[in-house]
């Protein structure tokens, strides 16, 4: 797996959080908190292994905003999904099968972000080049079968006050 454009080591402290989570009851809780602060528009690049949780965590956030978890499912095949409530659309996608960001245009990437609320991409590290610098990237962690630790790291201004909010609601 490649890593993404800015290291952790180069990332200060008040731009990274880290958050364990141990059953889905306090993912719930986090989602809940992450959807109330994340700005509109906003573009989150999730890192993380196979069985990470990465649509399961999209899941919850989609929950949290009002919409059917039931209706979010892995877009692995699809690419790219859209995910609707009457305040919040979701693009969620899936860049596992990609080779290079070139291939963007092709699934008609572009006009999709633009219509969305929040971006939500798994393996991110597929279009690095393409990735927009204001971002939060989420690196789920593997602690235990139901345990993850998430980390937050805020690419640019507007998503700095995403770990703020968090911080505070801890």
């Given amino acids: ?70 209706e979010v499912v892995s877009p692995t095949f699809g690419l790219v999904h859209e995910h609707a409530s009457r305040e919040i659309s979701i693009l969620h996608a899936d860049m596992y099968r990609l080779h290079a960001p070139d291939d963007l245009w092709e699934i008609g990437w572009h006009d999709a972000v633009v219509r969305a609320t929040w971006v939500f991409v798994e393996w991110p590290e597929r279009i690095a080049a393409a990735l927009p610098a204001d971002r939060l990237d989420v690196t789920i962690k593997i602690d235990a079968p139901t345990a993850r630790t998430f980390v937050f790291q805020a690419h640019g201004p507007r998503h700095d006050t995403v770990l703020d909010a968090l911080r505070a609601a801890a």
């Avoid at 490649?2 to 986090?30: F, G, K, N, Q, Y």
């Avoid at 509109?40 to 978890?69: E, M, N, S, Y």
């Fill in 1 to 70: 797996m490649t890593s993404v454009p800015e290291t952790a080591a180069a990332i200060p402290p008040s731009r990274e959080l880290a958050v364990a989570v141990h059953d889905l009851r306090e993912l719930d809780l986090l989602a809940a908190r992450l959807a109330a602060a994340l700005p509109r528009p906003a573009f989150i690049a999730i890192h993380g292994d196979l069985g990470a949780g990465k649509t399961t965590f999209v899941k919850a956030v989609a929950a949290a905003a009002g919409i059917d978890p039931a």
